[in-house]
């Protein structure tokens, strides 16, 4: 159980949160990119307290990390079901009522 | 038998997020997402990290999944616009994203001189102890921003518009 292996998954995850955010027209689709993104830095994280047993510093950040991860799809997805019944639409691109007029 | 597992894991996460960038139901992403999530929890378990792997499914499969999958279920879809094509900018963004794939993969080239196994005690109690001491301040002050936060998104959920209807 080489944790190189995790540390090389944890790069292929953030390519495909990356791809997901840029890609998605939806807004979940883009949470569920940022989720991935701090799932594989947690992944990193976790290989790398692994590595050097002699502290648990690379754990207790990932418990912060997780926290801090739960209160950002908690203030996502209530602002999406705002953005929902005002706007009918959770496309970002679509939403441009302060937009400057072309 | 241990090493099998720990390359089955590794794969059912890469095809699981892979699967997730084709997929065009919400539903079966967020279900992708829990595999992927409960897969790396085994994978923190494996690196004998089991706490973290605990808290993964009781924090990620317990409460993100079902966040979102309320998310879904509890907007009301009267009068909603679906878009036609779940995609934009697919080239830009995927070229995006190649490019820090392979930016992180060439500046990771040392990784490939780390030992191989390192002999770890379970270490929770380690845990504990520093959770209370040297990160008891921030352990405090995330408590409070979990608070606030949910406060905040209880009032923000739950405000309906009487200007639009």
Do not use: W
């Not at chain 1, 159980?1 to 689709?29: C, D, E, H, W």
């Not at chain 1, 047993?53 to 997780?66: A, C, H, K, R, S």
């Not at chain 2, 038998?1 to 699981?16: D, G, H, N, R, W």
């Not at chain 2, 004998?48 to 979102?68: D, K, N, W």
Request: hydrophobic share 55%; proline share 2%.
């Amino acid at each position: 159980m080489n944790p190189t292996y995790l540390i090389y998954t944890a790069i292929v995850l953030v390519a495909i949160g990356t791809a997901l955010v840029l890609t998605r027209k939806s807004l979940l689709f883009i949470l569920i990119g940022i989720e991935l993104i701090l799932n594989a830095v947690n992944l990193n994280l976790v290989a790398f307290n692994h590595l050097y047993p002699q502290n648990v510093n690379g754990q207790t950040t990932t418990l912060f990390i997780m926290a801090i991860a739960i209160c950002e799809t908690a203030c996502g997805i209530a602002i999406m079901i705002q953005v929902a019944r005002q706007y009918k639409t959770i496309t970002p691109s679509s939403i441009q009522d302060l937009k400057e007029q072309a | 038998m241990i090493q099998f597992v720990f390359y089955f894991f590794i794969f059912l996460t890469l095809a699981s997020a892979f699967a997730l960038l084709f997929v065009r139901q919400i539903l079966y992403a967020v279900l992708l997402l829990l595999v992927v999530m409960l897969c790396v929890a085994g994978l923190f378990i494996l690196m004998q990290a089991e706490f973290i792997g605990v808290s993964q499914i009781l924090i990620y499969a317990g409460g993100v999944a079902v966040l979102f999958i309320f998310g879904i279920m509890l907007s009301d879809k009267k009068g909603f616009s679906f878009t036609k094509v779940a995609y934009t900018q697919i080239f830009s963004g995927m070229g995006i994203a190649l490019v820090l794939g392979s930016l992180l993969l060439y500046a990771t080239q040392a990784v490939k001189k780390l030992p191989n196994e390192v002999k770890v005690k379970n270490d929770v109690q380690q845990l504990s102890f520093e959770l209370l001491s040297d990160f008891a301040l921030p352990f405090e002050v995330t408590g409070i921003l979990l608070l606030s936060i949910f406060i905040g998104v209880a009032y923000i959920a739950g405000k309906t518009n009487h200007t639009q209807s």
